[in-house]
């Protein structure tokens, strides 16, 4: 099988170094990868939003599969578009349906589908430019701390919490108003704040059936302690250890049961990864967000505890039988450390020479953003560059070991989190 990767992150790079390992896999390719990715696979220039560019790779190089790794593609409608020409048609590619990616692609449509299935979330209410009236409004009939979400697509950065009143109001004036985040916040998703403790919940699913992937649990905020600016993540760990059998018997009966029926009974296909942001309130769980592919830097902590051939899953999953599959998790925990740009989420330089990456035995090293330089050299081309991920008998060991891969890569300027599991 000839699979393409879509994408240029860790989380790609976690999901290519899984289908390297695979007997199943000829030959594969990731667009527009990274210099991690071109250790083991051929690494193709495209950008993951242009769809004629991807399409020609496909055909040229007899892809069987592809794997979209990020979420703007398939809100873009991807799965749509190889659907409709008739030279794609019939090849696989996991991910939903354009109407399946609002999910991820609108916060009202996700909170409206929760709503229509009875899916436990927090109370809302959204809100347009010419709505900011009622918003204020409603802003003060609901006591603090204010969730204000951007409804769209606004990289991780579209959601505020915020405990003062008038900078709510003034936080919604600037994303319906001055467009903040651009068209991602022409509306607003206000919600009411749920207090307690978050995890993340991944499904792989058919349409039909489904496999729950190991929970992780990562950390976004830049500053020890959970302080700070929000970023793309700081690090994660699995499995999670407060989301026992019982809660988990909750999650699936009350959250993925009834989100994967309600795809089915509104005759939305649905063919990929759902990822479920959760909040524990007591002992019970709550949808934060539906995310419509892989999280990351989760994927760097729940694809190394996948034992079963994610090819074969991938495979089963397009062809509608991933019933007959039997996932095998490996009961190590595994952790994951971010190693990022100083100056990162704000701006900060590239171009970097990476060190020490061959000095790493204990950990595996997933390259988020790097890129090979005119001499060969490994260098840094984002703000996250490294997830250095390790596997251990408890999350106590796998995060000395992966702290101990940290301590032997060197590269100007950077910066890591101490406490990563800190709270667990």
Not at 60 to 67: E, Q, T
Not at 84 to 96: E, K, Q, T, V
Request: proline fraction near 4%.
């Amino acid at each position: 099988m000839n699979i393409l990767v879509l994408g240029s992150g860790g989380r790609e790079h976690a999901l290519a170094w899984k289908l390297h390992q695979s007997q199943a896999v000829e030959n594969l390719f990731v667009a527009p990868g990274n210099a991690g990715t071109a250790e083991f696979a051929e690494n193709i220039p495209l950008a993951v939003s242009d769809f004629e560019a991807i399409r020609e790779a496909v055909l040229s190089r007899k892809i069987d599969l592809v794997l979209v790794g990020p979420e703007v593609p398939l809100v873009m409608g991807i799965q749509d578009y190889f659907k409709s020409n008739p030279s794609l048609a019939n090849i696989a590619l996991i991910g939903p349906s354009k109407i399946g990616a609002q999910l991820e692609g609108s916060k009202e449509f996700a909170k409206k589908f929760m709503e229509r299935h009875g899916i436990p979330t927090a109370a809302y209410r959204s809100f347009g430019v010419s709505d900011l009236e009622d918003a204020y409004r409603f802003l003060e009939t609901i006591p603090p701390p204010y969730v204000l979400k951007a409804d769209g697509l606004a990289a991780g950065k579209g959601v505020l919490i915020l405990n003062e009143i008038e900078t709510a109001k003034s936080e919604l004036q600037e994303m319906l108003v001055e467009a903040k985040f651009g068209a991602a916040s022409s509306r607003v998703v206000i919600e009411a704040f749920l207090s307690g403790i978050e995890l993340s919940c991944f499904v792989l699913t058919d349409g039909k059936d489904y496999k729950i992937l190991p929970t992780a649990k990562d950390y976004k905020r830049i500053g020890e302690g959970d302080t700070g600016l929000n970023t793309g993540g700081m690090g994660a760990i699995s499995p999670v250890g407060f989301a026992d059998a019982a809660f988990m018997e909750k999650v699936e009966s009350r959250i993925i049961k009834p989100t994967v029926e309600g795809l089915k009974k509104e005759n939305i296909p649905y063919t990929g990864f759902i990822f479920i942001g959760l909040i524990k309130v007591g002992d019970d769980p709550f949808v934060i967000e539906y995310n419509v592919r892989m999280g990351d830097p989760e994927t760097e902590v729940v694809i190394p505890r996948i034992q079963t051939d994610l090819a074969d899953l991938l495979k089963a999953t397009a062809n509608g039988t991933l019933k007959e599959i039997d996932l095998e998790i490996h009961k190590e925990a595994a952790a994951t450390v971010m190693m990022v740009s100083g100056g990162y989420p704000e701006a900060y330089q590239k171009g970097y020479a990476i060190r020490g990456l061959d000095s790493v035995k204990e950990a595996t090293v997933f390259h988020a953003g790097t890129q090979t330089d005119s001499n060969g050299a490994v260098v840094t081309s984002g703000g996250r560059v490294l997830a250095v991920t390790a596997l251990g008998a408890d999350f106590k060991e796998c995060l000395r070991k992966a702290y101990k891969g940290v301590s032997e890569i060197q590269f100007q300027d950077a910066y890591y989190r101490t406490d990563i599991g800190f709270d667990l």
